[in-house]
């Protein structure tokens, strides 16, 4: 009986010139996502190989220099383009492309794409996830709005009901046609996406096992968000008596939950928890610093100035050959005071990203009344383009950075025996200095982030589900 | 039935249900919130901008009274060694907030609104620090009143408008009703304007609200009148969409098949169309990398440390009269960041006169989709209006690398030769201030588009009053 269902509905919506249109419509829009969406990040992509080379390039042509002033000028992090930007570029045109690893200082990252895009970006963001979150929900209630209430207004339901179809039968086959129509349009989108940026992102190596676990991914969790869809607007079509109002009710959903509420709820998690004024921040961390400056007399300066000296020589050292080594006095302040601040710099940005969590957790509250919402945090968690995803690569960044200024320094501690920072590295030195290779986190630690968003995207499905065949157990007015 | 009547009758018709009651109060309620929303930012940004000067102005005393000091000093008192120099001095600079800041965050969250200028940065970071924000609050576009009445106005309309003859005709009232010798012109065009006014007057009122409201503790010089051209723009929106819900109900079709038209046409017209338009102005017209634009200055930085002698000579080729000056009182390294600095600007020049350039491109693209969606023309114009366009952030970015160059070619001769320069001289140096363009030519720009929509109205006029023409009561 399914099976004539399914065939039966199949054969409606081909014979709906509305429908081909439709599918038209979207095919094109998921193309132009497709084109837009690879261009810009392969360029992006080839432009972050370019830069790393010539950053290399030029850190390495610095000629005969002091190691201190190295620090100053010293090497940028890149941050690659995240494995399936092209797919949903998340916040990375938000976050910043580069952080520059200079001494002294943690800088943040530094030139956000978006900057540079047109303000008409901000109305609406036209990825691949971007059209698939609008557009496939829109898709599913053209598809099914009027599934049932029309059956209902021209008699037919009745009549399907007394042949001895179970009233389950003809919900699950109908569920069947429009689901599988919808998924459709996402295995084709997530596929195509996943072997293009095989092809075009050859540079950035990604496995391709992690780009499929990726896909897979991806396509679970937008199917499940799709069963939502599909399931309520066959439960709104069976309990409303007109397809047009019907039609009303869904649109009005499909326009606070997937339109308004993402877009309120960012801006209401910002005003919830606000984000630092920059000025404010600057100004906290230099207070901070200058209070966690320790006197050069303490036990616990000693103890540091110790520590920076053993690791500098590699091994452990008695309180006499200490004494009577030729060590240049401010490489050692240098290096204590690095150490000394990174934990600063650790703290104050482990808050800034505390806060973004905060404002991260908000809005996934208020996904009990729109699942798009979670669905949009899973999306961006699995293309590696979350805050998450930039947390770790600043983290990994400020690592580099504590490991280029730590050789710079030693350079200066072991071989300029004066104090007057005159001791010049030569040209070869700067090859020695260990490059920035940085790699996304792996998938197993997106879905670790991510596993209250799936819980609310899972049990949005399954709640409507389960309510849309509760009314198939002939809870149904015909 | 006189018009108070029927605007009395319609406003029944629309409100006795309960759903549509309830989508009303939604969106009076979100306006409202964007009202709130956008002061929140406006009173940051405002907050942020106090911050910067206040901090640099207690840099900025300090420094001249060590200046001070240093020149009354008899050598007796213990100045910082670099006091005096003009390398240390740092500007405080803002883009003013207009006085309507808060109807529209516009570009105002993403771009540098606020900055130090000092000659120790070259242009490329001197806006790198820029403002904490929630990077996902960014990305799907910050909310506020404007944005609002450009998503959810039209939808709004078409909620109230769609059925304004299906409902009777697929109720099968029509034609009973064309039977009593009503004017169906009349008739239809008296339904749409009442509706539209109800959806635009309640709009306007609200922002009203937030208008006044949102005024505490601004200057509200000008607000008024700003305010009434946003709203100008906000009755021609509501105006558009009302024809155009209008043209698609005199097809006579059936309510389902007006919704779906309709909403087929606010995706097109107010999400896919800007998107595209945008996406296709950023591939057509990419602007250099920023990327690129640092890896040419930091090796522009290399190489002028490397051959720093040749580029102090080169300067005092320019600067002759400091070759007899040979009294110096600051360190090497002072002159040779200014070297390097000056070196890089002038260096990487071409590149940002590229983004420039691409950035007007990109413009001119998107003026044109501007007389394919009404979206876009109002979206430029509340931004132009507000004064959070990014077109008047880019002006600001530009004339503070401007006042930066100016005031490097004023003490450039001082840096090099290592002296410190003058209290009275610094006193003289003129502040940063942003030089506005008048707001006629911000908005002269978007009013072309604006006339073309508005002869395209004055056609789906035409249009729909044809079609109702065909409308008998046998044919409903």
Same mark, same amino acid.
């Given at each position: 009986m399914n099976k004539a269902i399914i065939a039966k509905e199949f054969t409606e919506i081909v014979r709906d010139g509305r429908a081909i249109v439709l599918f038209g419509i979207v095919g094109l829009l998921l193309l132009l996502g497709l084109v837009t969406g690879f261009s810009t990040e392969s360029t992006r992509s080839q432009t972050v190989f370019d830069a790393k080379v010539a950053d290399a390039e030029v850190f390495n042509a610095q000629g005969a220099k002091n190691p201190h002033s190295a620090a100053h000028f010293s090497r940028m992090a890149h941050k690659p383009v995240a494995p399936f930007s092209a797919f949903d570029p998340g916040v990375s045109a938000y976050v910043g492309q580069v952080v520059w690893l200079e001494g002294h200082y943690r800088n943040p990252a530094m030139f956000r794409a978006a900057e540079d895009a047109t303000e008409l970006g901000r109305l609406e963001n036209f990825s691949l996830a971007g059209v698939l979150i609008l557009i496939i929900p829109l898709l599913v209630i053209l598809l099914g709005y009027g599934s049932i209430a029309k059956e209902r207004e021209q008699g037919t339901l009745r009549q399907i009901i007394s042949s001895g179809t179970s009233l389950r039968s003809l919900l699950l086959g109908k569920f069947i046609t429009v689901f599988s129509i919808s998924f459709a349009f996402l295995v084709f989108t997530i596929v195509l996406a996943a072997v293009t940026s095989l092809f075009v992102f050859e540079a950035s190596s990604q496995p391709f096992t992690d780009l499929f676990l990726r896909s897979v991914s991806l396509l679970f969790v937008y199917g499940l968000y799709t069963a939502f869809v599909t399931a309520t607007t066959l439960f709104i079509s069976a309990i409303v008596q007109e397809a047009k109002n019907s039609l009303l009710i869904l649109l009005g959903l499909w326009t606070v939950m997937v339109v308004s509420l993402p877009r309120l709820s960012a801006s209401i998690a910002e005003k919830v928890y606000p984000s630092p004024q920059s000025s404010e921040f600057w100004e906290a961390m230099d207070v901070r610093l200058s209070e966690n400056r320790l006197d050069s007399s303490s036990a616990e300066y000693v103890a540091a100035e110790r520590a920076v000296i053993e690791r500098a020589f590699g091994k452990k050292l008695t309180e006499s050959e200490i004494e009577n080594l030729a060590i240049n006095a401010r490489g050692v302040r240098l290096e204590v005071s690095e150490v000394i601040d990174s934990e600063i710099y650790t703290a104050a940005y482990a808050e800034l990203f505390k806060n973004y969590a905060n404002q991260k957790n908000f809005r996934r509250l208020l996904?009990?009344?729109? @699942?798009t919402i979670a669905l949009q945090h899973l999306s961006q968690a699995f293309s590696g383009t979350d805050v998450n995803a930039h947390e770790h690569f600043s983290n990994e960044a400020e690592r580099q950075r504590n490991k280029i200024v730590r050789v710079l320094n030693e350079e200066l501690i072991i071989n300029d025996s004066g104090e007057n920072l005159r001791y010049l590295a030569p @040209? +070869?030195?700067?090859?020695?200095v260990p490059e920035f290779e940085y790699e996304y986190p792996a998938l197993k630690i997106a879905w670790r982030q991510s596993g209250a968003d799936f819980f609310i995207v899972f049990a949005w499905a399954l709640f409507s589900i389960v309510a849309m065949f509760w009314l198939g157990k002939g809870r149904l007015e015909v | 039935m006189n018009a108070f009547d029927f605007m009395r009758y319609e406003w029944k018709l629309q409100f006795s249900s309960r759903a549509v009651f309830l989508v009303f109060l939604v969106f009076v309620s979100t306006l409202i919130y964007g009202g709130f929303a956008g002061k929140a930012e406006r009173d940051a940004r405002n907050a942020a901008i106090e911050n910067h000067y206040r901090s640099v102005s207690t840099t900025m005393d300090s420094w001249l009274e060590d200046l001070r000091t240093l020149e009354q000093d008899d050598g007796s008192i213990d100045l910082p060694s670099l006091t005096g120099s003009a390398m240390d001095v740092i500007f405080a600079s803002s883009l003013p907030q207009e006085p309507l800041s808060d109807f529209s965050i516009g570009q105002s969250d993403l771009l540098p609104f606020f900055g130090e200028i000092s000659l120790k940065n070259p242009n490329i970071r001197l806006f790198s620090k820029y403002e904490f924000a929630d990077p996902i609050g960014l990305a799907l576009g910050n909310f506020d009143i404007s944005k609002a009445v450009l998503l959810f106005l039209p939808l709004i309309l078409i909620i109230f408008s769609f059925d304004v003859t299906s409902a009777d005709r697929d109720s099968k009232r029509l034609g009973l009703i064309l039977l009593q010798g009503i004017n169906l012109r009349n008739f239809f065009w008296r339904r749409i304007f009442f509706r539209a006014l109800i959806v635009i007057g309640v709009t306007c009122a609200s922002a009203f609200a937030v208008m006044i409201y949102n005024a505490a503790g601004v200057t509200s010089d000008g607000r008024f009148a700003i305010f009434a051209v946003w709203m100008t723009f906000v009755v021609f929106y509501g105006a558009f969409w009302s024809v155009l819900i209008a043209v698609i109900a005199s097809f006579n079709r059936s309510g389902e098949f007006n919704v779906l038209t309709l909403l087929g046409l606010w995706v097109g017209l107010t999400l896919i169309v800007p998107a595209t338009s945008s996406s296709l102005a950023e591939s057509l017209y990419p602007t250099p990398s920023r990327l690129t634009y640092l890896a040419e200055a930091r090796e522009v930085e290399n190489e002028t440390r490397l051959s720093e002698p040749d580029v102090v000579n080169e300067f005092m080729l320019d600067h @002759?009269?400091?070759? =007899?000056? =040979? +009294?110096s009182q600051f360190p090497d390294y002072v002159s040779s960041a200014f070297l390097v600095t000056s070196t890089v600007d002038e260096a990487t020049g071409p590149i940002i006169s590229s983004f420039e350039e691409a950035l007007g491109r990109r413009e001119e693209l998107v003026d044109v989709f501007k007389y394919f969606s009404p979206t876009i023309a109002v979206h430029s114009l509340f931004n132009e209006v507000t004064g959070t366009s990014g077109r008047r952030h880019n002006s600001y970015i530009m004339q503070a690398r401007a006042f930066k160059a100016n005031y490097a070619q004023l003490v450039g001769p001082n840096v090099i030769g290592k002296k410190p320069i003058s209290a009275e001289f610094f006193e003289n140096v003129p502040d940063f201030g942003f030089k506005e363009e008048p707001l006629g030519m911000r908005l002269g720009r978007g009013l072309k588009p604006i006339g073309f929509l508005l002869l395209i109205v004055f056609g789906l006029t035409m249009i729909t009053n044809r079609q109702l023409m065909k409308i008998s009561p046998v044919s409903s």
């Open positions: 996904s009990i009344f729109s @699942p @040209p +070869e030195f700067w090859e020695t | @002759p009269e400091l070759l =007899v000056d =040979v +009294e």
